[in-house]
């Protein structure tokens, strides 16, 4: 005989670009136990890539963070559900919405939020899959090396800069950790083209160092993370011309960012960084 099922409620979270036109991408779920809210649990998805196919300009970093706020508000209790509900509406009513609570019956919590989430968020298999590029494949570089290492959890992510550096200032630095003494930071920059944001770190760099020093009493390693020179487009010889061009533009970004003594690796040096952070976080 067949152990009973166990009766459950989930919602989803759905990403919404556009809310004239009514669009949206499911990209997480909510699911408890009925009658349990303590057992309420929550999962984003892994791949990004229906919700860059829906919003090329999307933040995913932002829904990253969004996914650990969650976590973070429902391991405070129980009564913690409809505060978070709130929050999503208040704070990204025309972004994110969170559908009604649906009835299920589940063998374990655990294979229903994975079946759930196969179901309704992640992209089928089989299908071509669309190649990242530019500051996002960056991130998920990032994020997978530090994940790898067993300390994403443990990062800081999405670090406002206003807190050292003035209110309104709009930058926010992809993740960081402190071991002691020291904040590590690191930051996401494309050099394929645009080198907007390698200015835009640069010319932050002075600021966010002093504000450290004054709020936290520590120093500032501000790292940024880019390609290698090799892997941008017009790299591989076939147009001298534009090589030439996007090499000194790739020179002119890392220089830029070095001469603020920002220190710049690329995505080959990720191992390395995060098993530094690994032993400094006694993971």
Same mark, same amino acid.
């Given at each position: 005989?067949?152990?009973?099922?166990?009766?459950?409620?989930?919602?989803?979270?759905?990403?919404?670009?556009?809310?004239?036109?009514?669009?949206?991408?499911?990209?997480? /779920?909510?699911? #408890?136990?009925? @009658? *349990?809210?303590?057992?309420?649990?929550? +999962?984003?998805?892994?791949?990004? =890539?229906?919700? $860059?196919?829906?919003?090329?300009?999307?933040?995913?970093?932002?829904?990253?963070?969004?996914?650990?706020?969650?976590?973070?508000?429902?391991?405070?209790?129980?009564?913690?559900?409809?505060?978070?509900?709130?929050?999503?509406?208040?704070?990204?009513?025309?972004?994110?919405?969170?559908?009604?609570?649906?009835?299920?019956?589940?063998?374990?919590?655990?294979?229903?939020?994975?079946?759930?989430?196969?179901?309704? /968020?992640?992209? #089928?298999?089989? @299908? *071509?899959?669309?190649?990242?590029?530019? +500051?996002?494949?960056?991130?998920? =570089?990032?994020? $997978?090396?530090?994940?790898?290492?067993?300390?994403?959890?443990?990062?800081?992510?999405?670090?406002?800069?206003?807190?050292?550096?003035?209110?309104?200032?709009?930058?926010?630095?992809?993740?960081?950790?402190?071991?002691?003494?020291?904040?590590?930071?690191?930051?996401?920059?494309?050099?394929?083209?645009?080198?907007?944001?390698?200015?835009?770190?640069?010319?932050?760099?002075?600021?966010?160092?002093?504000?450290?020093?004054?709020?936290?009493?520590?120093?500032?390693?501000?790292?940024?993370?880019?390609?290698?020179?090799?892997?941008?487009?017009?790299?591989?010889?076939?147009?001298?011309?534009?090589?030439?061009?996007?090499?000194?533009?790739?020179?002119?970004?890392?220089?830029?960012?070095?001469?603020?003594?920002?220190?710049?690796?690329?995505?080959?040096?990720?191992?390395?960084?995060?098993?530094?952070?690994?032993?400094?976080?006694?993971?």
């Amino acid at each position: 005989m067949s152990a009973a099922r166990i009766p459950c409620e989930f919602s989803l979270i759905r990403y919404v670009p556009d809310p004239v036109k009514g669009e949206c991408v499911n990209i997480g /779920v909510l699911l #408890r136990e009925a @009658g *349990r809210p303590e057992t309420v649990q929550v +999962r984003f998805t892994r791949d990004w =890539s229906r919700v $860059r196919c829906a919003d090329p300009e999307a933040d995913v970093a932002l829904l990253e963070a969004v996914e650990q706020e969650l976590r973070t508000r429902l391991a405070a209790g129980p009564t913690e559900l409809a505060a978070v509900l709130r929050m999503l509406d208040e704070n990204f009513s025309n972004l994110l919405q969170v559908s009604e609570m649906k009835a299920c019956l589940a063998e374990s919590v655990v294979a229903e939020m994975d079946g759930l989430s196969q179901m309704y /968020v992640e992209p #089928r298999k089989g @299908g *071509r899959e669309r190649r990242q590029s530019g +500051r996002q494949a960056l991130v998920q =570089s990032m994020r $997978r090396s530090f994940t790898a290492a067993g300390v994403w959890e443990l990062m800081r992510k999405r670090i406002a800069a206003s807190q050292y550096t003035r209110p309104g200032d709009p930058l926010r630095i992809d993740c960081g950790y402190r071991p002691n003494g020291v904040i590590r930071m690191f930051h996401a920059v494309s050099l394929d083209g645009d080198l907007e944001a390698a200015k835009v770190l640069a010319f932050s760099a002075p600021q966010l160092r002093e504000g450290v020093e004054r709020v936290e009493a520590a120093k500032l390693e501000l790292t940024a993370i880019v390609e290698p020179w090799k892997s941008l487009p017009g790299m591989d010889g076939e147009e001298a011309g534009a090589g030439t061009e996007r090499m000194e533009q790739y020179r002119f970004g890392v220089e830029t960012m070095e001469r603020s003594l920002i220190r710049v690796l690329t995505v080959n040096d990720l191992e390395r960084v995060a098993e530094t952070a690994r032993r400094e976080l006694r993971v």
